[in-house]
């Protein structure tokens, strides 16, 4: 029998890890505006605390990076007025659902994800078990919504299909269809921002040179110095968008352009192509400071008042809720749990 009408609803969350860079912002962040600013959707974001303790965190940096993370959010748009913002441990449904989804979800499942293997290596027996089963976690964040719409990364889809799975077997083997199969969103020019300094590696925080990467907190200078020196290869931009293939380097930051100018690769490369990289780089520092520029300065205001962003967070999590509750209430009579409230 069907149990609900399932509402459109986008949920996506981010670790709370510290160093936000240009890969957060065009790879997560700008989008989440976008779906927030198109909107007859509701749009719930939040700060994955719960999953950054799944390896061992320094208690003030945790602390510090959560409300940077959230200034960050809304430094780049995101509303708390219009989106729900809050971190994920203030709602305990999302802890709650997770163990159902344990006693659900089978071993083997979690044995397959490709993230697990790679942040275990050939360490694995060493690790947590909170890192192992973390995607249970994650299919709760997202189910504890409803959510129909999953914004991600492409090295996140698997974790939307275990998801769907998670989702499947549980309508199954109770006879219900009450968790929706929510869909992985994976747009835009620039989902997945390429090391500066190698186009084979994605942007990251954890990489040992800070000139891979654009940091939100990067002032002007740095910013242009950073693209100015980012590795190229000695060829003048393409004609063509196929003249791309097999450079890396080239096509991240045509990729970035576009991002950042809101245009297509193809326009970018209509605009200039046939540049050498002397002349694009400087376009591309420019656009970069226009657009970051703002952002940076605006997180900074916000982290002079902590209390502040507490507030905002503890708001988003009474709202966020206000939806989980009765989503879990279902849950446990579902399953058969006596007195649940």
């Known amino acids: 029998m069907t149990e609900v009408v399932h509402t459109p609803r986008v949920f996506s969350g981010i670790q709370p890890s ?106 694995s027996e060493n690790v ?22 999953v914004p991600v990364g492409e090295d996140q889809k698997q974790h939307v299909e275990l998801t769907r799975d998670i989702a499947a077997k549980f309508n199954n083997d109770f006879g219900v269809e009450f968790f929706p199969q929510p869909e992985p969103v994976i747009e835009g020019a620039a989902t997945r921002v390429m090391s500066l300094r190698d186009g084979t590696k994605k942007m990251s925080k954890s990489d040992p040179s800070d000139m891979s990467r654009i940091n939100l907190t990067d002032d002007a200078d740095t910013i242009s110095k950073k693209i100015r020196k980012a590795k190229t290869d000695p060829e003048p931009l393409p004609e063509t968008l196929d003249g791309l293939e097999g450079r890396p380097e080239a096509r ?32 591309l520092a420019d656009l970069a400071v226009a657009r970051l520029a703002p952002i940076t300065a605006e997180m900074g205001r916000l982290m002079q008042d902590p209390a502040e962003i507490d507030r905002i967070l503890a708001a988003g999590a009474e709202r966020a809720n206000e939806i989980a509750a009765p989503i879990l209430r279902r849950t446990y009579e579902i399953v058969g749990m006596v007195g649940a409230r």
């Open 128 to 149: 947590s078990l909170g890192l192992f089963a973390y995607p249970a976690l994650m299919a709760a964040d997202i189910l504890v919504y409803h959510a129909t719409h």
């Open 18 to 123: 510290g160093g936000l860079t240009l890969g957060n912002y065009l790879g997560a962040l700008k989008r989440f505006v976008e779906t927030q600013e198109s909107g007859g959707i509701e749009t719930v974001y939040c700060i994955v605390d719960m999953h950054a303790i799944t390896v061992w965190q320094d208690p003030a940096k945790l602390t510090h990076a959560t409300r940077e993370l959230a200034a960050g959010f809304i430094a780049s748009g995101i509303d708390p007025a219009r989106s729900i913002l809050f971190n994920q441990s203030q709602v305990p449904a999302h802890a709650q659902l997770a163990w159902i989804f344990n006693c659900v979800a089978r071993l083997g499942w979690m044995q397959r994800m490709t993230q697990f293997k790679d942040k275990a290596g050939k360490n």
């Open 252 to 283: 991240n930051l045509v990729n970035i352009y576009a991002a950042l100018a809101e245009l297509t690769p193809e326009q970018v490369i209509a605009e200039h192509g046939g540049q050498q990289f002397g002349t694009f780089k400087p376009s």
